[in-house]
């Protein structure tokens, strides 16, 4: 009676694009070939090639999105949280390249996290700043700013110019500002999320909510940032 193989054709199918992953033949985020084309190339049916593909995403080598393809999953990018994290210095000890992409601004009333955030009241004017963090030439996450219309005035057409906001906050006497609190919390995308950061809306994001005060301990402003869950990680310092 033969024997079962103890290194089945699915196994072996993995290993071999495992180490293509590991070689740096196949890039984050790049599209593997359908299905029926791997069957095709490697002369199996497509329930070996499906073997393969649940195995490499356990691995947390692919990404399978139903309606879109499959992927070559992300390097998570870790994201230090303490009081003094800032975008580009955390892309910067990573080697990494990155922007943030100024979007849209817009003038509205605060809502009530906003308002006790800021230390105003709900419906007080705020500017609030829509931008996209790029990270490696890929969307990697939604960035909203909200802050004080009246003490900050203008400020929007500052990060539009240089998307900085330690620039922009410094015009307005703001030196130096830390981190006062983060939330972090989990989420399905929206439509609209979903098609910035270019991903499935069945992907989950991780949103945080931080305020940012100044060295007198006045907030300066209070932001949101969303993204993709496995494109990041939180690492609290």
Request: charged share 25%; with cysteine; proline share 4%.
């Amino acid at each position: 009676m033969p024997t079962q193989s103890r290194n089945p054709r699915w196994r072996r199918i993995a290993e071999e694009i495992e180490g293509q992953i590991h070689r740096g033949d196949l890039s984050a985020g790049e599209q593997l070939p359908t299905e029926i084309r791997m069957s095709e190339h490697f002369s199996v049916s497509r329930f070996t090639i499906r073997q393969a593909l649940a195995h490499l995403e356990s691995l947390g080598l692919v990404q399978i999105e139903h309606g879109r393809g499959i992927f070559v999953a992300d390097r998570p990018i870790p994201f230090v949280l303490d009081n003094r994290t800032r975008f580009s210095e955390n892309l910067r000890r990573l080697g990494l390249s990155g922007e943030r992409r100024f979007i849209r601004s817009v003038h509205d009333g605060a809502s009530d996290d906003v308002a006790v955030g800021l230390g105003l009241s709900p419906g007080d004017e705020v500017v609030v700043v829509h931008g996209l963090a790029i990270v490696d030439n890929r969307p990697a996450g939604i960035i909203t700013d909200y802050f004080d219309a009246g003490r900050f005035a203008g400020i929007e057409k500052l990060l539009k110019e240089s998307a900085s906001r330690t620039a922009a906050l410094a015009a307005f006497g703001v030196t130096d500002y830390v981190r006062l609190s983060t939330k972090i919390s989990s989420r399905m995308p929206s439509g609209a999320e979903a098609k910035l950061l270019n991903i499935a809306r069945t992907r989950p994001i991780l949103e945080s909510a931080k305020v940012d005060v100044d060295i007198e301990r006045r907030p300066v402003a209070f932001g949101r940032a969303s993204f993709c869950a496995d494109r990041v990680q939180f690492v609290i310092e």
